[in-house]
């Protein structure tokens, strides 16, 4: 042991060497994190990847039925002993995306991107995945329903096909500012039997016959798909020797398209129907397809004008039950105006592009009518102009003949009324926007309302939505002042009960101020975008004063300026008039 002096001198400095050292090391160590949080947090490269941090919190949604398309099925079962079923089946894939409203876009993603693009929200995520769906997904799903006709009825089934939607609208909260984004999703599909009609014509029964049978079962699992060869060359059919059905009077209101041989005279592309002479429904020759036969010409203008068509229709004889035939409408640029015929209980025609609907189970060897409305089934619009048409089957044995056009008949609802005073004191708005034919001076975006003379409740037009037909124009000043407007108003009068028109009013540069009209029990129109509220049950065929406050029902505030308004719907049976603004009462 040392107990010298220096040897416990040499040992207090080696301590106090120790002490400096762990101090130092403990200073440097802090030094070093505090520069490494500065760092983190003036970090260029971090500032960029960082993300604002965004909630999604999804609502109530609210399930919507839109109808696509009605098909026809026949059953003639009069001297049947047992209750006849066909079953009808129908495909459809679904792509599980979303629409959001109008100032969103989304992207393949599924990515919403908020208004000055500060952010995107995956909201397709959320939506489809509240269905346990991936964004994108698409899947194939087949649905059947079964009709039935009792021993001695002669049946007529209309059946709808219809989308189900999912309507709904998402908060997001972004940087604790919140944006509300309206979304639909379409989630599935059905079908409906609306209605079945026994048409008679039956011999009388024995007195135990039974009642019909009206019903219809859905059967919502999905069947394997079927697939049909083309047909293989059969020897040429006897034709059996036609009694032509009653013809009736030509109308000046109808177009003959094919019927004689002298109307033959169209450009036909691809091929040619033949002519026979031995099976005729009216004049000296009937038609029968060949392939795709079509040809292109301007035919007539769709509408409901005295010199526009509404309907198109033809006769049919089938030579065999398997005979199947597709009808397409060329309509402005577009052949997707088609429709299916059949003898069997499923189309089942060598051509198999999308059909808007189907008219089945047609009987063997005797002349039947088909008529379709071009709006309504084939899916075109008023003021569209028909520009060819195509008939298409390969096996022959189906002919056709009398193809012709026909005009709107006269309109006995929706006309103008006897007496316009005693309905209010705002009936007639201070500020008209829209009422006669010069009144129509707007540039128009996304196509213009078809204007009818034919049902009108004030000057000398009326007009009918064709799409979302939008114009923009600095319209009023909302408020309370004399000088300011705080209602707007218009008639409304419905051709049919299947009618939604969207009304939407530009406030200060957002279309966010939409009101729905319908004849149904719930808004159910073409055009989805989130509401502020809806009117249903709305009577048809007769004019309906409808008025809005801009800032009770509209969410308008005082000040504001009305800079346009738009009019959606695609069905073509709502007519519109006299629309304008009132100031506050």
Same mark, same amino acid.
């Given at each position: 042991?040392?107990?010298?002096?220096?040897?416990?001198?040499?040992?207090?400095? #080696?301590?106090?060497?120790?002490?400096?050292?762990?101090?130092?090391?403990?200073?440097?160590?802090?030094?070093?994190?505090?520069?490494?949080?500065? =760092?983190?947090?003036?970090?260029?490269?971090?500032?960029?990847?960082?993300?604002?941090?965004?909630?999604?919190?999804?609502?109530?949604?609210?399930?919507?039925?839109?109808?696509?398309?009605?098909?026809?099925?026949?059953?003639?079962?009069?001297?049947?002993?047992?209750?006849?079923?066909? =079953? =009808?089946?129908?495909?459809?894939?679904?792509?599980?995306?979303?629409?959001?409203?109008?100032?969103?876009?989304?992207?393949?993603?599924?990515?919403?991107?908020?208004?000055?693009?500060?952010?995107?929200?995956?909201?397709?995520?959320?939506?489809?995945?509240?269905?346990?769906?991936?964004?994108?997904?698409?899947?194939?799903?087949?649905?059947?329903?079964?009709?039935?006709?009792?021993?001695?009825?002669?049946?007529?089934?209309?059946?709808?096909?219809?989308?189900?939607?999912?309507?709904? &609208?998402?908060?997001?909260?972004?940087?604790?500012?919140?944006?509300?984004?309206?979304?639909?999703?379409?989630?599935?599909?059905?079908? &409906?039997?609306?209605?079945?009609?026994?048409?008679?014509?039956?011999?009388?029964?024995?007195? !135990?016959?039974?009642?019909?049978?009206? =019903?219809?079962?859905?059967?919502?699992?999905?069947?394997?798909?079927?697939?049909?060869?083309?047909?293989?060359?059969?020897?040429?059919?006897?034709?059996?020797?036609?009694?032509?059905?009653?013809?009736?009077?030509?109308?000046?209101? &109808?177009?003959?398209?094919?019927?004689?041989?002298?109307?033959?005279?169209?450009?036909?592309?691809? @091929?040619?129907?033949?002519?026979?002479?031995?099976?005729?429904?009216?004049?000296?020759?009937?038609?029968?397809?060949?392939?795709?036969?079509?040809?292109?010409?301007?035919?007539?203008?769709?509408?409901? $004008?005295?010199?526009?068509?509404?309907?198109?229709?033809?006769?049919?004889?089938?030579?065999?039950?398997?005979?199947?035939?597709?009808?397409?409408?060329?309509?402005?640029?577009?052949?997707?105006?088609?429709?299916?015929?059949?003898?069997?209980?499923?189309?089942?025609?060598?051509?198999?592009?999308?059909?808007?609907?189907?008219?089945?189970?047609?009987?063997?060897? $005797?002349?039947?009518?088909?008529?379709?409305?071009?709006?309504?089934?084939?899916?075109?619009?008023?003021?569209?102009?028909?520009?060819?048409?195509?008939?298409?089957?390969?096996?022959? *044995?189906?002919?056709?003949? *009398?193809?012709?056009?026909? @005009?709107?008949?006269?309109?006995?609802?929706?006309?103008?009324?006897?007496?316009?005073?005693?309905?209010?004191?705002?009936?007639?708005?201070?500020?008209?926007?829209? @009422?006669?034919?010069?009144?129509?001076?707007?540039?128009?975006?996304?196509? @213009?309302?078809?204007?009818?003379?034919?049902?009108?409740? &004030?000057?000398?037009?009326?007009?009918?939505?064709?799409?979302?037909?939008?114009?923009?124009?600095? #319209?009023?000043?909302?408020?309370?002042?004399?000088?300011?407007?705080?209602?707007?108003?218009?008639?409304?009068?419905?051709?049919?009960?299947? %009618?939604?028109?969207?009304?939407?009013?530009?406030? !200060?540069?957002?279309?966010?101020?939409?009101?729905?009209?319908?004849?149904?029990?719930?808004?159910?129109?073409?055009?989805?975008?989130?509401?502020?509220?809806?009117?249903?049950?709305?009577?048809?065929?007769?004019?309906?004063?409808?008025?809005?406050?801009?800032? !009770?029902?509209?969410? %308008?505030?005082?000040?504001?300026?009305?800079?346009?308004?738009?009019?959606?719907?695609?069905?073509?049976?709502?007519?519109?008039?006299?629309?304008?603004?009132?100031?506050? $009462?």
């Amino acid at each position: 042991m040392c107990t010298t002096k220096k040897c416990v001198i040499a040992f207090l400095f #080696l301590i106090l060497s120790f002490a400096i050292t762990s101090c130092g090391t403990g200073d440097q160590t802090a030094t070093n994190e505090d520069q490494m949080a500065t =760092t983190t947090t003036t970090s260029p490269i971090a500032a960029i990847e960082q993300t604002p941090q965004a909630t999604i919190t999804l609502g109530d949604m609210e399930a919507e039925i839109r109808q696509i398309a009605v098909e026809t099925v026949f059953q003639k079962n009069c001297g049947g002993t047992e209750t006849l079923e066909n =079953t =009808t089946e129908k495909r459809e894939t679904i792509t599980h995306i979303i629409e959001v409203g109008a100032g969103y876009e989304v992207n393949a993603n599924g990515e919403v991107g908020l208004p000055g693009g500060i952010a995107s929200v995956g909201l397709g995520a959320a939506v489809t995945g509240r269905f346990g769906y991936t964004y994108g997904f698409s899947e194939e799903i087949a649905r059947t329903i079964t009709v039935r006709a009792s021993p001695g009825t002669n049946m007529q089934h209309q059946i709808s096909l219809q989308e189900v939607w999912q309507i709904g &609208e998402a908060l997001v909260i972004v940087n604790g500012q919140e944006y509300k984004i309206p979304f639909s999703y379409r989630s599935d599909f059905s079908l &409906e039997l609306i209605e079945s009609v026994d048409l008679g014509d039956c011999p009388v029964q024995s007195p !135990d016959s039974q009642t019909p049978e009206n =019903t219809a079962t859905p059967d919502d699992s999905p069947t394997p798909i079927q697939t049909h060869e083309p047909p293989t060359p059969t020897p040429e059919p006897i034709i059996p020797t036609a009694t032509p059905a009653p013809v009736e009077e030509v109308l000046q209101n &109808e177009i003959v398209i094919l019927s004689e041989n002298a109307d033959n005279i169209f450009n036909w592309e691809r @091929s040619a129907p033949n002519l026979t002479t031995q099976v005729v429904y009216e004049g000296e020759v009937a038609f029968i397809p060949t392939g795709n036969n079509s040809f292109q010409k301007e035919l007539a203008t769709i509408g409901y $004008e005295d010199d526009e068509v509404r309907f198109v229709s033809m006769q049919l004889y089938l030579l065999r039950e398997d005979a199947g035939f597709l009808l397409q409408v060329k309509i402005d640029r577009s052949w997707e105006h088609r429709w299916g015929f059949d003898g069997r209980s499923i189309y089942q025609g060598y051509y198999t592009w999308s059909r808007r609907g189907q008219t089945l189970n047609l009987p063997v060897g $005797e002349w039947i009518e088909v008529k379709l409305d071009l709006i309504n089934d084939l899916g075109a619009r008023p003021g569209q102009t028909i520009t060819g048409l195509g008939f298409a089957a390969q096996d022959g *044995n189906m002919i056709y003949d *009398n193809v012709r056009f026909s @005009s709107s008949p006269p309109l006995t609802s929706c006309l103008p009324p006897t007496s316009q005073t005693g309905e209010g004191e705002n009936t007639f708005p201070e500020i008209v926007v829209l @009422s006669n034919k010069l009144d129509n001076t707007y540039t128009w975006e996304d196509g @213009s309302p078809y204007i009818t003379t034919q049902a009108v409740y &004030e000057g000398d037009a009326a007009f009918i939505p064709t799409a979302n037909n939008t114009f923009y124009q600095d #319209l009023a000043t909302i408020g309370y002042e004399a000088n300011e407007v705080r209602f707007i108003s218009m008639k409304l009068c419905l051709l049919k009960p299947e %009618a939604g028109l969207l009304l939407q009013v530009n406030i !200060d540069r957002s279309w966010g101020h939409r009101w729905g009209f319908d004849g149904r029990s719930t808004y159910k129109g073409a055009y989805t975008w989130a509401r502020r509220g809806q009117t249903p049950n709305i009577p048809v065929g007769e004019w309906v004063d409808v008025k809005l406050d801009l800032i !009770d029902d509209l969410g %308008a505030r005082p000040g504001q300026l009305i800079k346009g308004l738009a009019f959606a719907a695609a069905d073509g049976n709502m007519i519109y008039d006299l629309v304008g603004f009132s100031s506050s $009462e």
